[in-house]
């Protein structure tokens, strides 16, 4: 059981998103005030207003070029940073909102839904390493179901997300195994199983080690940032399983199951399965032996008699 142990591997080092700089280039956009407007050339309402179609170039260096509706951004629009950052989608009344892709000054990219300047529902990210997220967004943060691929070794986490960190129900999935269970704070807890590809499954849980307890019961608050330990219990064959739908499900109970119960697989069993199946096959080779020698018999007394 040891050589499939997996302690450690469940982890996927994730690099920090770089937002600081990022929601800072998102939230500088100019408001484009009465007071200072900057230079403007498009259409105009008979107010006066900037309203329709136009490019303006704003006292803080950033440029726009897209609709507007008394005045502020409302619409399809293209705003350029000074900073090389630029959004190009949706607006409404100056705020981002809908459908937009965002280009990040470090190299990143945002593509997907925007709601108040936030990036909210389903959108895709690609982070300056290479490493892709997509997913649910919630108020700037990967929250509910998603999608992390690492580029480097082309794991993936496939789960639950709670503002920003992997959490909940989750599948992390490697080369040749993967493992499934629950994640808390980017890291697997309790329960869970690694699945491995050359047909087993190792069940176990994630447990904090000795030393870890003893350490926190000097604290006065226990560290949620002690490492846990993968404590393997029993590896089993794969356990097959087919969605049951509506169409299966009725009428069709005279029908056998699919489904294969997993079995607690044991070397020794095997062992004896394998010489058990040597014996018969001995037994069955001196049956044969002994019949090919019984006609051989016959057939010399056949021959006497006839002579």
């Known amino acids: 059981m040891s050589e499939l142990s997996s302690e450690g591997e469940a982890e996927e080092s ?6 600081t700089e990022s929601e800072g280039t998102e ?8 007071a200072d407007l ?3 050339d498009g259409e105009r309402n008979s107010a006066g207003e900037r309203h329709g179609r136009g490019k303006a170039q704003l006292p803080n260096g950033d440029t726009y070029d897209g609709e507007y509706e008394h005045s502020l951004r409302n619409g399809q629009g293209t705003y350029r940073f000074k900073n090389g950052a630029r959004y190009i989608g949706q607006y409404l009344q100056n705020k981002k909102h ?6 990040y000054p470090d190299g990143s990219k945002y593509e997907g839904s925007w709601v ?3 990036r909210h529902g389903y959108g895709e990210y690609t982070y300056p390493n290479g490493d892709t997220y997509a997913g649910e967004w919630f108020n700037n943060d990967r929250h509910g179901q998603g999608t992390y691929v690492y580029k480097d070794t082309g794991s993936k986490y496939v789960g639950g997300w709670v503002n920003g960190n992997q959490e909940g129900e989750a599948e992390l999935i490697h080369l040749n195994h993967r493992y499934r269970g629950k994640f808390l704070n980017g890291n697997p807890v309790g329960q869970g199983k690694y699945v491995f590809d050359i047909g087993c499954e190792q069940h176990g849980e994630y447990i904090q080690s000795a030393e870890d307890k003893g350490e926190e019961e000097e604290e006065e608050e226990p560290s949620l940032l002690a490492a846990l330990k993968w404590k393997a219990t029993e590896i089993t064959k794969l356990t097959l399983w087919t969605p049951i739908t509506d169409e299966t499900a009725d009428g069709r109970d005279d029908e056998p199951s699919h489904e294969v119960s997993s079995e607690v697989f044991s070397p020794e069993k095997h ?5 058990e199946g040597s014996r018969g096959e001995e037994e069955n080779k001196e049956a044969q032996e002994d019949q090919g020698t019984a006609n ?3 057939k010399e007394d056949e021959a006497q008699e006839a002579e």
């Open 271 to 275: 062992a004896e399965e394998e010489d």
């Open 296 to 298: 051989l018999e016959d």
């Open 38 to 40: 900057g230079e403007y």
């Open 116 to 118: 108040n300047d936030q």
């Open 27 to 34: 939230d500088s956009e100019a408001e484009e005030t009465e």
């Open 98 to 103: 809908g459908h937009g892709v965002f280009f």
């Open 14 to 19: 994730e690099p920090e998103e770089t937002e």
